[in-house]
């Protein structure tokens, strides 16, 4: 039997929280889109100092699988 190739659209999701020394609500928002980070095969990173910020989040993301389609070659 010849084997096809098949295209699995996958996400990894990690769920948790930043705790953020901030003046209101959206300067914590934005202090968390421009410092805060995750690359793959890296860690949770920021450029925050340390007395600005604190997490917690799960070390194994939840995967979900949304589509799975043959790749025409």
Not at 24 to 50: N, W, Y
Request: aromatic letters at 8%; charged letters at 35%.
């Amino acid at each position: 039997m010849k084997k096809k190739v098949y295209r699995v659209r996958t996400q990894y999701i990690f769920d948790g929280v930043f705790d953020v020394v901030a003046e209101s609500k959206e300067d914590a928002r934005q202090k968390v889109l421009q410092d805060c980070g995750l690359v793959m095969g890296g860690s949770i990173h920021c450029t925050l100092p340390d007395e600005e910020i604190n997490w917690a989040f799960d070390r194994h993301p939840n995967k979900r699988i949304s589509r799975i389609t043959k790749v025409q070659k």
